[in-house]
């Protein structure tokens, strides 16, 4: 078989030297490269390099979505058929069609042979994308069972969906035309296993891959046949839990935010790389030295952790709930603008008053529902109102979202310089710290 290069790091999409278990990071950099570029491909689905490397059932998965129920189906060949599908559901004893539902693209599924006559199954999940119902789960932060609720609630729906992710090639190969995700996971409890699994994932994704690894060893998956790699990946636990066992490695910039928020606690071990004041304008170009931009990157910076930032939520509503009715607006249209512009949206906006009281009461609700009590008085609001004011509603959550969005980057184009997380992978796995919580 030819040799496939792969797009971002170069390295040979046929190589297969994917460790599983608790491993020292140096073992890690071959499959951290291939993290790298699953998780890129799970947002462009260019899978055409992938089968030329050998990798079969290539599955996009979806979540579909609508007021009676959410399910998860696969996708073969996802580039080339519809996005939308008439799916038959059964309910309540009848069959009912259920026309055109909601899809948000959620995980890429590919599996390998590999060269010991086991086969890898490797799972990328995708971060938060352009919708209000992708977005919801991540600002769920009160706790269930000890985890981040909105993550575990991702968490469960792709675990429950295993019997309908189908591995046909896989099953062909193996004389099990019946082959799902659940029969893997089975599979890999038992003292007998032809199996091996790689899970990665991106920002809301690598918070998912986490629990996900979780609820596969809560269930008896060894540890030894399994390993998580996630980049920007926010922390899912209220619980600090020992990593001793848990094969799950985390790659954070400690200038994104996210990795900062989420619960408290990372599943796994938790590597970041440093950068100096030449490399933050290598990664973040013209954007570095906007002075425009710099106060939102000195606010963020200040975030450490969940309470400040959902603290800093709730004055931030509390703040914008005093502007005249058409400058809400226009910082709503701001605010909602990483989000498709749909009805829900445009409603939001053209409501402006309610929308604002409602994140209002979510932001103090959720903190109230981790901290205990609701944020305390300052005048924090003030402030913020006074920096709204002075660079104007429309502009400052767009600059606030940049400065967010900014260090977060997972991979630019092949050609453009290389965005943190995806220098650090090929640049300086060597160069990376260990820490407790980012």
Sequence with gaps: MLTVKAPYTGISLNDLRI???????????????????????????????????GWQDVLSLRVFGEKRERYIKSV????????????????????????????????????????DGKHLVAIAFR??????????????????????????????????????IALSQLGAALGQPDLTLATVEEELTNTSCRF????????????????????????????????????ASPSVSYADA??????????????????????????????????????????????YDDPQLAPFRQMVDAMRNLEQALGFCAYLMRAVIGLPTYDLCAFLAGALDPLMETPTTRSAVAQAQVTARVLLFKAASEYRAVFG????????????????????????????????????????APEETPASYHDIVVNRLHQLTRVKDI
Excluded at 95 to 107: D, G, S
Excluded at 200 to 225: E, F
Aim: proline share 7%; charged share 20%; glycine share 8%.
């Design 19 to 53: 460790p599983a278990g608790c491993r020292p990071m140096g073992a890690l950099t071959h499959a951290w490269r291939m993290a790298l570029e699953l998780n890129a491909t799970a947002y462009h689905f260019d899978e055409d390099a992938w089968q030329r490397a």
């Design 76 to 115: 073969r060949n996802a580039r080339n058929v519809t996005r939308r599908y008439l799916e038959k559901r059964v309910n309540t004893g009848a069959e009912r069609a259920w026309t055109e539902p909601e899809e948000v693209e959620k995980a890429l599924v590919m599996t390998h042979p590999l060269p």
């Design 127 to 164: 971060g938060t994308g352009g919708t209000a119902r992708e977005w919801e789960p991540n600002f769920a932060c009160h706790p269930t069972d000890g985890m981040h609720s909105g993550f575990l609630r991702l968490a469960n729906e792709f675990a429950e969906g295993a019997d309908n």
């Design 196 to 231: 091996q699994l790689l899970l990665t994932g991106y920002s809301q994704g690598a918070a998912v891959m986490q629990l996900y690894a979780k609820h596969l060893l809560d269930r008896g998956v060894w540890p030894g046949r399994l390993l998580g790699l996630g980049f």
């Design 242 to 287: 020992s990593d001793a066992d848990i094969p799950l490695y985390h790659l954070a910039n400690p200038d994104d935010l996210t990795p900062r928020v989420g619960a408290a606690h990372h599943l796994g071990q938790v590597w970041q790389y440093v950068p100096d004041e030449a490399l933050r304008a290598q990664w973040y170009q013209n954007a």
């Design 373 to 412: 009590t609701l944020p305390p008085e300052t005048n924090q609001e003030i402030d913020i109102l006074r920096h709204i004011l002075s660079v104007g509603p429309a502009l400052y959550p767009r600059l606030l979202w940049r400065a967010v969005a900014l260090p977060h980057v997972l991979v630019r």
